[in-house]
């Protein structure tokens, strides 16, 4: 019976399915359990320090390598909305086009969300419509994936909205930056798809 296990059995069940994400609802349907019982299991896993409530019923589960998903603000960006990727300012320093460390990761979705607060870090959701929605890929840090912007959509992504990357002249500085390894042709393309 799994509401019996301990809570690092079931932490364990969830690492083991990479899903370091989730709300009592996903639990219930993950573990066969009726509500009620996984919401007794995540009181449980609050309760052993195996997660945290990172916004209103939705918790980011840390298991028994805490620091590894806590130390991994681009990975939490990307569970709390979907679909989203890193861009802007975080993606251009993700690449290495800027030396600024921005404080704000920032993020592309299709919905709307509000900014969400943790454990010191901001998450900012910048709302586009689904035609400027591309140009990314997934990447892995920590053996903890999420998706981010390619380093020419970071660039286009800063351009059409500066004022999420640090303004226009650390976008220019960013495109200065990475000229050499940019490729333009992709760069341009990326920019007439967002048809701005």
């Known amino acids: ?6 809570p690092i059995s079931v932490a364990r069940q969830l690492q083991a399915r990479d899903q370091y994400y989730f709300s009592p609802a996903v639990l219930a349907n993950w573990l066969a359990l009726d509500r009620a019982r996984a919401y007794r299991v995540v009181a449980r896993l609050r309760a052993e320090g195996l997660a945290e ?27 709390i909305v ?41 998450f900012r959701y ?26 020419a959509k970071a660039i286009v992504d800063s351009l059409d909205q500066p004022r999420y990357a640090g303004g226009f002249v650390e976008v220019a500085q960013a495109l200065h930056a990475g000229r050499p390894d ?8 990326y920019a007439v798809r967002m048809g701005d």
């Not at 589960?61 to 998903?69: A, F, I």
């Open 1 to 6: 019976m799994v509401e019996m296990e301990a």
């Open 53 to 79: 409530e990172i916004e209103k019923g939705k918790y980011l589960l840390l298991g028994l390598e805490p620091e590894r998903v806590l130390s991994n603000p681009l990975f939490i960006a990307s569970q």
């Open 82 to 122: 979907a679909p989203c990727y890193v861009s802007y300012w975080s993606a251009l320093h993700f690449h290495g086009l800027t030396t600024q460390v921005p404080t704000t990761v920032f993020c592309a979705t299709t919905k709307k969300k509000r900014p969400v607060i943790f454990r010191g870090n901001t």
């Open 126 to 151: 910048i709302t586009v419509q689904p035609r400027k929605y591309f140009g990314y890929r997934r990447e892995t840090v920590g053996a903890l994936s999420f998706l981010v912007a390619d380093e």
């Open 182 to 189: 940019l490729d333009m042709d992709l760069l341009v393309d």
